[in-house]
């Protein structure tokens, strides 16, 4: 638009230095990166897409047969799901969201993580009590590490050298040296444990016990277990906030999640969400807990301040949500 200098532009002025204004903190909001979760649904064999500010689904996306593990590479920005039934992984692009790539393999995957240069995926093989390294671009399998009976979860140390799975037929944790690919030791936990989480300084490895309903506290650097929390029924994940001040685990038995305080290692809540809460996960640009409820078809969105249910939002059939799913799409 033309604007020609006259003397009213002087009084103008205000006007437009607030439309300026306006103007830049709408172009730095719209540069900001989106948080999006990417809830893997088995019983249908999608993902949804849901945006974490606006609490909705923006897409569903087919993927294979079964979904289960999800792991995002926020670096290439790509989100990896493992697909139990078809025996593969679906590569999503992140800044499109769309299935770029489907990776063939030997097994049945279920948990899964991904190198912190995002060239290697890290693959449980359930039945076969193997870890498998893939190169993320190939598909190849580079290695075949053994590791303890039927494991499940994985978690990426913070700097990329250590990967901790969790056996659950066994008992304990295989923690693994990513640069020579074998394990260096195992740590003995409580009964069946699954999902596992890294505190926000990488000191302290949660690890879910199913059957003991409890959860073991593992010293990163000793390699040994500091303390066991208390549960509720049968849990299956857990979450830190971003402090590391709270831990939040998903309880199947109970259809709860518990709130534990780390610093006196107290269950501090319980707060009720739909039924059988399976992954969970924290948006720390929200502030809010985020649940997948395989029973009840959707996911609970709780405010971890709060420690109440603010939201549920409906997604695929029999969600699991198992790993690390939730990222941020750079716009």
């Given amino acids: 638009m033309f604007f020609r200098k006259t003397s009213s532009m002087a009084s103008a002025r205000p006007y437009f230095q607030r439309f300026a204004g306006l103007w830049l903190a709408c172009m730095v909001l719209h540069g900001q990166a989106a948080e999006l979760a990417y809830i893997t649904n088995q019983g249908d064999h999608t993902v949804s897409v849901v945006d974490m500010q606006q609490r909705t689904v923006l897409h569903t996306l087919a ?95 913070l700097d990329g050298s250590t990967l901790y799975v969790a056996n659950r037929d066994s008992d304990d944790i295989s923690v693994i040296d990513t640069h020579s690919n074998k394990a260096r030791h195992r740590v003995n936990v409580g009964k069946h444990p699954f999902g596992l989480s890294l505190s926000p300084d990488g000191q302290q490895l949660f690890v879910v016990n199913v059957y003991s309903n409890t959860v073991s506290v593992m010293d990163t650097r000793t390699q040994q277990v500091l303390a066991t929390l208390n549960t509720g029924d049968h849990p299956y994940c857990a979450t830190p906030d971003h402090r590391g001040q709270r831990l939040f685990v998903s309880n199947t038995g109970d259809d709860s999640v518990s709130v534990i305080d780390l610093a006196t290692r107290q269950t501090i809540r319980k707060v009720r969400v739909p039924g059988t809460p399976e992954g969970i996960a924290f948006d720390a640009e929200h502030q809010q807990v985020v649940v997948a409820s395989w029973m009840d078809n959707v996911i609970a969105i709780i405010d971890s301040e709060r420690l109440l249910v603010k939201a549920t939002v409906a997604v695929g059939a029999q969600p699991r949500a198992f790993g690390q799913f939730i990222g941020s799409k750079s716009r």
């Avoid at 890290?122 to 193997?130: G, I, K, P, R, S």
């Avoid at 993320?136 to 580079?142: H, Y």
């Avoid at 290695?143 to 009976?149: D, F």
Wanted: charged share 15%; no cysteine; aromatic share 4%.
């Fill in 63 to 157: 993927v294979g047969k079964s979904p289960v593990g999800v792991a995002v590479d926020q670096q290439q920005q790509k989100v990896y799901v493992s697909n139990v039934e078809d025996h593969s992984l679906s590569v999503i692009d992140m800044q499109h969201q769309q299935v770029i790539h489907t990776i063939d393999l030997p097994i049945a995957p279920v948990g899964l993580a991904v190198s912190k240069t995002g060239d290697r995926l890290y693959v449980a093989d359930w039945y076969h009590d193997t870890l498998l390294v893939v190169a993320a671009d190939s598909g190849q399998v580079l290695a075949n590490i053994p590791v303890g009976q039927a494991p499940g979860g994985l978690q990426m140390s």
